[in-house]
């Protein structure tokens, strides 16, 4: 979700497209930053002026899940388990809502794993289902980033899903001459996918920011 350097380009998040979506009534500060989990981003220091900057009416658009569920020992630093990112989760929900601002939940988005079968396989599903407790126990919307974006790579296949993917061979890219095998990370064009998922899904749950989506400009005849 969060702004990539140009210098780590075609790398993209999917807030960066995001900003574009919307008329200028509508302010996007995209404060996502990757490589954090829940209680990393606490931590860390980088939740606190978000909440101290919130004006009444703001909308805040939370998705983790991808650090706080590495196990691996080289993410030891980060990994929160499922109580612990509910309780997170829970805290930034209150804390925006004491601000007059609303929260909205979006699940992790998926990784590209495909079993031999060619079927997408879940990659999120403890930490996607908490993000769903969580919802329905502070009643705040959710947008189910991970199924909607399994359900689009499953369309793509195995094949063409790489297209939106860090995947790149060697000296294909400046910025990669060594090339990527990130089934995690998007391109722009990845990136730009996500983000008219989440627009869509602004739309479906009828959020206030969808009467301020950009109106497609139709040419007169």
């Not at 980033?145 to 499953?154: A, G, H, P, T, V």
Request: aromatic content about 10%; overall charge positive.
């Amino acid at each position: 979700m969060c702004t990539y350097d140009a210098s780590r380009a075609p790398l993209a998040g999917w807030g960066m497209p995001f900003v574009y979506f919307f008329d200028s009534s509508i302010a996007i500060d995209n404060r996502a930053k990757g490589g954090r989990s829940t209680r990393t981003f606490l931590s860390e220091g980088k939740w606190k002026p978000i909440a101290d900057s919130m004006q009444p009416g703001d909308y805040v658009l939370m998705q983790f899940g991808h650090n706080d569920e590495a196990k691996e020992e080289r993410y030891k630093d980060r990994y929160t388990t499922v109580a612990d990112y509910k309780i997170n989760l829970n805290r930034f929900i209150a804390e925006t809502r004491a601000r007059q601002a609303h929260p909205v939940l979006i699940t992790p988005v998926t990784r590209m794993r495909f079993d031999k079968a060619g079927n997408m396989e879940e990659t999120h599903k403890e930490y996607s289902a908490a993000v769903w407790e969580v919802g329905a126990a502070t009643k705040t919307p959710v947008i189910d980033l991970d199924k909607k974006s399994r359900e689009l790579l499953q369309q793509l296949g195995p094949q063409n899903a790489k297209l939106l993917f860090m995947q790149l061979d060697s000296l294909e890219h400046p910025n990669y001459p060594s090339g990527s095998r990130d089934n995690t990370h998007f391109n722009e064009y990845g990136a730009r996918l996500m983000a008219q998922l989440v627009l869509s899904e602004i739309k479906q749950l009828k959020l206030g920011l969808a009467d301020r989506i950009v109106k497609p400009f139709v040419k007169k005849q």
